[in-house]
């Protein structure tokens, strides 16, 4: 009975692969990234093209532990489109990443990736559960802002002086820094500028809260009172006794749109005055809402312009489309920050999600990191956000943002969550980023292929059948197993029969060619002196091994001929025996 071990191997990949007669190799791609003193030894487990501009990227650092799932979108490309996606279309309340993504699938629409985003509000804190499911920060989908991230009553965590805001214009330029806010109304066009405390949330005395659609036309407004309760913690509670409370219902004008970073002309309907302040939206597309001595002078008719705007560091204030807001900046212009050692949320030892763009706005980082035990990669010991931006930088990531993590950091690929969770079922989130394709529909012409491995390094004599993707001319992948292609390869690495590839018997390096109907794709192929095997049973006597089938269920050892799995420790094997 022959052994032929390929280490490392992805099995949830590998499995997929198995069904289409996937041959013998090793889908590792070494490389070194600096982590404080230290390199580690991180390996590319799958690097896939999954849509127009974007990839994902399984990342290994087995000697941390470390199992790191990072999207990188290309804003350059114009068939991508990054959307805030809201659970529910609501500002209050969660919902999974997988279902959000399958309601807002559509022609010519396809979700390719989402991570969660903002922290929000949760039991253990004093506007629960006033404000319950309601994100922290900025938040705005598709130019109208769910939530705001002001610097008045509502300052959370130091402010985005502190914390930052993530947006994406609509020129498809991200702003990832410190910034300023800016949130308020007039009457047109010359009248005095109020400042409104909060979006889609309650409100205090003395302080204006505006509504829209993303509140719930329902709704009755939340005037409240922040009060202590029988143990002396604060706490936000609804203001019964409200009676100077006004109302201002508006329509926006025609021809105009939600925007961020841009004036918004709307027009007085109704104006309801000496109220409870707990009206509700209806059919309007705006209401401005106060009591208590915050006085509304507008009328029915009136002319109102309403802005928000953030301005970053160096006065840049785009025209924002997107927006979503961590709890700290910690990485600038490619440099670790404070932040990163000033709060035990950073500093801890835990999952992780983050938001990063490149130096010139144009590239989009995604990168979840996981505190738990994969059944398939092993543990991951999870890490503080200064070893995060040490791993996103290593890829090019200039700005970076931290997010709400613990069971909330998830990354979703192809309608799946792809990390595991610090939970047995991935948890819901108030909001998130969603990658989709904007490219246009019903395109299955093949433009490109690609070889779906980081890199193909064989033993010598060994056999191998690759497996190709096939993308249209928009970069969508229109084919997970393209059959019907032929190799070729550089001299002296080997020999090509039909689809199947021999690795030459002495050590080499070299190109091998899958061509189909003209188009064709290079992988670089490394063939080593042997197969490795005594060595690898050597490092893993110490280890428990355990042993799983083609369908993933845990075996004993085999001796059957047929196609395994071994884990031991962190290190995870594919065998075929024959």
């Not at 990839?55 to 650092?61: A, K, W």
């Not at 609804?238 to 329509?251: F, H, N, P, Q, S």
């Not at 983050?354 to 092993?378: F, Q, R």
């Not at 369908?551 to 085999?558: E, H, L, Q, Y």
Request: charged share 20%; aromatic share 10%.
């Amino acid at each position: 009975m022959d052994c032929y071990i390929i280490s490392q191997m992805n099995t949830r990949f590998l499995l997929s692969l198995l069904s289409i007669a996937f041959g013998f190799t090793s889908l590792v791609n070494a490389e070194e990234i600096q982590i404080g003193e230290k390199q580690y030894k991180a390996e590319r487990l799958i690097e896939r093209k999954i849509g127009p501009g974007t990839t994902y990227i399984r990342l290994r650092l087995p000697d941390y532990p470390l199992n790191v799932n990072l999207v990188t979108v290309d804003l350059n490309n114009p068939y991508n489109r990054i959307e805030t996606t809201i659970a529910n279309e609501s500002a209050k309340g969660t919902e999974s990443l997988v279902t959000a993504a399958r309601r807002q699938d559509s022609d010519a629409h396809h979700p390719l990736a989402a991570a969660n985003a903002n922290f929000w509000v949760v039991g253990s804190q004093k506007e629960y559960p006033l404000y319950a499911g309601i994100t922290r920060n900025a938040s705005v989908r598709n130019g109208k802002m769910v939530t705001e991230s002001n610097k008045n009553k509502e300052k959370w965590d130091g402010g985005t002086e502190r914390t930052g805001v993530v947006t994406v214009s609509y020129d498809k330029t991200l702003n990832i820094d410190y910034c300023t806010p800016t949130l308020c109304f007039k009457k047109a066009p010359s009248g005095t500028e109020k400042n409104i405390q909060t979006c889609n949330k309650g409100f205090q005395a003395k302080a204006y809260a505006m509504y829209n659609s993303f509140y719930g036309r329902d709704r009755e407004f939340m005037p409240y009172a922040e009060v202590k309760d029988a143990n002396g913690n604060k706490k936000f509670q609804l203001k019964e006794d409200v009676t100077d409370g006004i109302e201002v219902y508006l329509t926006m004008d025609e021809g105009e749109k939600w925007t961020g970073g841009d004036d918004i002309k709307f027009t007085v309907k109704e104006v309801k005055k000496n109220t409870n302040a707990r009206g509700k939206l209806g059919d309007y597309d705006l209401a401005i809402v106060s009591f208590g001595g915050a006085n509304q002078t507008l009328k029915e008719g009136d002319p109102v312009i309403l802005k928000y705007y953030w301005t970053f560091d160096g006065n840049i204030t785009p025209v924002v489309e997107q927006a979503i807001g961590g709890n700290a900046m910690v990485m600038r212009h490619g440099e670790l920050t404070d932040h990163n050692y000033n709060e035990d949320y950073n500093s801890m030892v835990y999952s992780r999600t983050a938001y990063g763009c490149s130096e010139d706005g144009k590239t989009l980082y995604m990168l979840v990191i996981d505190k738990s035990t994969d059944p398939v990669y092993g543990k991951s010991a999870g890490c503080s956000t200064a070893v995060m931006c040490e791993i996103a930088r290593h890829f090019g990531c200039y700005n970076m943002s931290n997010f709400d993590a613990g069971g909330s950091a998830e990354l979703m690929v192809d309608f799946a969550i792809v990390n595991k969770t610090t939970e047995s079922t991935p948890r819901n989130v108030a909001n998130g980023w969603m990658v989709f394709s904007v490219a246009p529909e019903g395109d299955k012409t093949l433009a490109s292929i690609e070889f779906d491995h980081p890199v193909i390094s064989l033993s010598a004599g060994e056999s191998f059948t690759p497996v190709i993707l096939g993308y249209n001319q928009y970069g969508e992948l229109i084919n997970n197993n393209v059959t019907d292609f032929v190799l070729s390869c550089d001299p002296g690495i080997g020999k090509c029969n039909g689809k199947a590839f021999t690795a030459g018997t002495v050590p080499a390096s070299g190109l091998l060619t899958a061509t189909v109907n003209g188009i064709s794709a290079s992988k670089a192929v490394d063939v080593a002196g042997g197969s490795g095997v005594e060595e690898i049973a050597l490092d893993i006597k110490s280890e428990v091994v355990e042993y799983y089938n083609i369908s993933g269920v845990r075996c004993v050892k085999p001796e059957t001929p047929g196609i395994y799995i071994r884990r031991a420790g962190s290190k995870v094997e594919k065998i075929i025996i024959n």
